[in-house]
């Protein structure tokens, strides 16, 4: 299988404080929602801003067979998107301002732009609160309206991060599946940091868990998740499980005594 | 927030909705300018001579109409004065609009960041210290030493960020420890001077616009004409800057650049603007929300309306400082604070509540 996105000797940090450290991925196909895992400081967030080409890195970067750090920032931010993972600001400009703004410094075409906008709002159901000020809007609102400014853009690669942290349950479900749908529909793959892993063996595809910066497993949710892998990177006795409906979920039965981890 | 912003009907497209909440706010706009012309007007018209609107508006069209001293009257003071308070209302307001945006704090003003402090002091250093030699007249050096201290405070500023990148809290921090500096300085030369040096430069630091001609209007005019081109190439990235810093990174937007381009910007209209009226208070920091207020954040009609109600403030401001106390001409940096103060206290509880 040709993947989508292959990443080789990838470093991100200075040379004296490396966060991530030559790590490699492969893999990945259109359309699938990687969820990147690991514990508090692991460099998930790193890794993200480093592909969005917000730190400065070194090694390579492979998108569709075109190598991404020998690109401009620009051409570089219309292939891939990051979403912070802080909310778009609780500003009075509307939602829709919002993503028009950002979409201007692209190079997209103004009617284009109203077309998409037209249709990612749609796809989101968020057509209501186009013409709102982003500081009537609630959490998990303004979290739609930042996926909406990724969307219209059209990107090949996604990086989220942890977009679901200050959302309540039903906003953590809606954001995920609201990805999930356009991944499949557009073609693209997600790379999404998460601290939820229930969120993550549910809505994704594969999982990388990452600890101390460093590659820990990369592959399907719940033959990742293994008890071994749980102990070694959260310092926690848990396994997966499939409930009565059949979803897997991650059963902690306690914390890992300090001197096995 | 403004009216016209309902949902859109159901047949309408988003960007049909979005078009008309475009049109509203530039009625809105319109209806700023024609509120600034009506206040530069009646402004026009107060003064101590019996010279009505008419009287005025004709002897502009035919001068002849016009006895000697009226001449003076219309062309010396009341339309210079009236049109340093558009310009000076017009620069703090833009200069408030664009630092708040760069400073992500709605609280920011051009004051902010001590170029203010740095025009009184360089006033102070022109009334306390002997410059007989340079042969040039006081009225010259006052405005002349405010606007090079002025400047060479944002200098400073814009070296500091350029050095240290620094981070918009540095900024501020950094600005407030100048303001203090620059006070203190102020205070040390006042420690120094005589009774009537001392009276001086307090009045000075009132502001006031009865020291206008038009050499002083030409310049200020002609910075903001250089100012206005970068503004406005900058006006999408700006509003994008407000949709979130991290997210207009991302999408390539050079935020660094673009807030050295602010805070240069901001700089010179405020150097100007101090330099030639004293300071003003609340100008720069009220006319930004008024403008918030009724037009929203898009940049494109956010910097124009704070411009403008800076403008509306300051010509309200000239008119309130000839009429409150007959045959008196209140220094002009009095009346914007006491009609600054509730409004800004205002401000702060809105947003307190909005929190």
């Excluded at chain 1, 190079?107 to 709002?121: D, G, Q, S, T």
Aim: charged share 15%.
């Amino acid at each position: 299988m040709n993947s989508v996105l292959d990443v080789e000797k990838f470093s991100v940090g200075y040379r004296q404080a490396r966060i991530i450290q030559s790590l490699s991925l492969s893999g990945f196909s259109r359309g699938q929602l990687i969820a990147v895992v690991g514990p508090n400081g692991a460099g998930k967030s790193t890794l993200l801003k480093g592909l969005a080409g917000l730190e400065k890195t070194s090694g390579s970067v492979t998108l569709a067979g075109e190598e991404l750090t020998q690109l401009s920032f620009r051409e570089r931010a219309s292939r891939v998107a990051y979403l912070p993972q802080s909310l778009p600001q609780p500003t009075s400009l509307t939602a829709y301002e919002s993503v028009l703004s950002l979409c201007r410094a692209t190079a997209i075409p103004l009617a284009e732009l109203e077309k998409r906008i037209e249709a990612v709002f749609n796809e989101l159901e968020i057509t209501h609160l186009a013409l709102r000020p982003l500081q009537e809007l609630s959490g998990g609102q303004r979290q739609m309206v930042g996926l909406a400014q990724l969307l219209v853009r059209e990107p090949e690669l996604l990086l989220l991060d942890e977009p679901t942290s200050a959302l309540d349950l039903r906003w953590q479900i809606q954001v995920l599946a609201a990805t999930r749908r356009l991944l499949e529909r557009k073609g693209s793959l997600a790379l999404v940091a998460l601290h939820d892993l229930n969120l993550a063996l549910r809505f994704a595809d594969q999982m990388l868990v990452l600890a101390k910066g460093e590659l820990r497993a990369l592959g399907a949710p719940d033959t990742v998740m293994t008890s071994k892998i749980c102990r070694e990177t959260y310092g926690v006795e848990g396994r997966v499980e499939n409930c009565s409906r059949g979803y897997p979920i991650m059963i902690v039965d306690g914390l890992t005594e300090m001197s096995a981890i | 927030m403004e009216a016209s912003l309902n949902p859109p009907a159901e047949q309408q497209t988003l960007a049909a909705a979005y078009r008309q909440s475009v049109r509203g706010r530039r009625l809105l706009l319109l209806l700023l300018i024609l509120a600034v012309i009506a206040s530069f007007l009646v402004d026009l018209t107060l003064g101590a001579s019996n010279l009505g609107l008419m009287d005025l508006l004709i002897g502009l069209g035919s001068p002849a109409s016009l006895t000697p001293g009226e001449k003076v009257i219309l062309w010396d003071m009341r339309l210079p004065f009236a049109v340093m308070a558009l310009l000076v209302g017009a620069a703090l307001g833009w200069a408030g609009s664009e630092i708040q945006t760069a400073l992500n704090n709605p609280l920011a003003s051009p004051f902010t960041l001590g170029i203010s402090g740095a025009a009184t002091l360089g006033a102070a250093t022109a009334l306390v210290l002997d410059w007989g030699f340079t042969g040039l007249a006081q009225t010259t050096l006052i405005p002349l030493f405010a606007f090079v201290f002025a400047l060479g405070c944002s200098l400073v500023i814009q070296l500091v960020a350029r050095r240290f990148d620094a981070s918009i809290e540095m900024l501020v921090l950094f600005g407030i420890a100048l303001f203090f500096t620059m006070n203190a300085l102020v205070a040390l030369l006042q420690f120094y001077a005589d009774a009537d040096t001392v009276q001086q430069i307090v009045f000075w630091t009132l502001g006031s616009v009865t020291r206008a001609n038009w050499d002083k209007i030409t310049l200020i005019a002609v910075l903001m004409g250089l100012c206005l081109p970068f503004s406005i190439r900058s006006l999408w990235a700006m509003t994008a800057l407000r949709a979130g810093e991290l997210q207009a990174r991302s999408l390539g937007i050079d935020i660094k650049r673009l807030r050295l381009g602010v805070l240069l910007r901001v700089s010179l209209l405020t150097a100007v603007a101090v330099a030639f009226v004293g300071e003003i208070g609340f100008v720069g920091l009220v006319g930004p929300h008024i403008a918030r207020l009724l037009l929203g954040e898009d940049h494109r009609f956010y910097i124009p309306g704070s411009a403008l109600a800076g403008a509306l403030i300051m010509s309200l401001a000239s008119i309130l400082s000839k009429s409150l106390i007959p045959g008196v001409i209140l220094p002009l940096g009095i009346v914007t604070a006491l009609v600054g103060i509730p409004l800004f206290m205002a401000l702060i509880l809105r947003r307190q509540k909005l929190l």
